[in-house]
């Protein structure tokens, strides 16, 4: 497993890849890797003859009062877990890598990026959609890999790939949770053992949705109150958004007419946590 730091050193790597004729797989991160990372490299690695992992923090997706400064940082450690699991390129850049002097040109996303993320996060997408396509030029990649828990992220990924035509199969990978039901997540170290308790509000609010939607349930309304009833036993989780929707368009839905997505985003402390639930999913084509 080779690591890289610059676009040169890059380039050289992966035109040994590609003389090779191998089938490249890439892995965009954002480090501090735990083991849904992990189950992404996996999956590229089945997938694809050779697989690139980025490790990059992404300042443009940050607002300024966001945790861009104390985010987790821990290559080494991230270096460590991709041992042993076929990643054969780690490019792992400084910002000056990616954004050069005089960087003027962003990405600005409308369709799926306008809900939810979009809303309460103003320019978060718009910095995602910017780095992914610059890493996707950069490496060129046949497939890449992208984590379900960043559902709607996901969703502006596939809308970039498919509005700049661009060559890429991009996939979605299940979420990976905890024995105890939280979603892994890089931002799950800022919680005390007290907060990572509470915490678990989210996802149970989310397999009460999914208990009702199997037990034939389909008014949006009850089941969106039910989540809600499920989220007051923690008082002091503060909720941001609990919601039904199209799992292709994020419309909210009334009625669950087949697959159905429901999202939630909490604060806890002061950690903000996503995580989701495809409602119906046994349903869906």
């Known amino acids: 497993m080779n690591v890289v730091r610059t676009r040169a050193e890059l380039y050289s790597q992966l035109g040994s890849l590609r003389n090779a004729g191998r089938s490249l797989g890439l892995v965009p991160t ?55 699991h076929g990643c054969s390129l780690v490019f792992a850049p400084q910002p ?19 809900p939810l993320e979009g809303k309460i996060r103003p320019g978060h997408f718009r910095g995602v959609a910017t780095v992914v396509l610059k890493l996707f030029e950069l490496v060129r990649p046949d497939v890449a890999f ?19 035509d661009l060559p890429i199969d991009v996939r979605v ?31 149970r609010s989310l397999q009460k949705a999914a208990k009702l939607a199997n037990q034939g349930e389909r008014r949006a309304a009850e089941i969106l109150s039910s989540m809600r009833e499920v989220f007051a036993t923690e008082p002091e989780v503060a909720v941001e958004y609990i919601v039904l929707a199209d799992p292709d368009s994020l419309a909210e839905v009334e009625q669950l007419t087949g697959p159905t997505v429901a999202l939630v985003a909490a604060r806890v402390g002061s950690t903000r946590l996503i995580d989701n639930e495809i409602l119906l999913a046994s349903t869906r084509a």
């Open 146 to 164: 992208f984590g379900q828990k960043d559902y709607q992220q996901c969703l502006v990924i596939r809308r970039l790939a498919a509005d700049f």
């Open 96 to 114: 000056s890598e990616i954004y050069r002097p005089g960087h003027a040109t962003y990405v600005e996303m409308g369709g799926p990026a306008l």
């Open 173 to 203: 990978c299940p979420i990976v949770r905890e024995p105890d039901g939280l979603a892994m997540s890089s931002r799950n170290a800022y919680l005390s053992a007290d907060e990572r308790r509470r915490a678990l509000v989210l996802s």
């Open 30 to 84: 954002m480090g501090a890797l735990h083991a849904g990372h992990v189950s992404l490299v996996d999956a590229s690695a089945a997938a694809c003859n050779a697989t690139v992992v980025t490790i990059f923090v992404n300042p443009t997706q940050f607002a300024p009062h966001e945790d861009f400064a104390k985010y987790p940082r821990t290559l080494e450690r991230d270096l460590e877990l991709l041992a042993g």
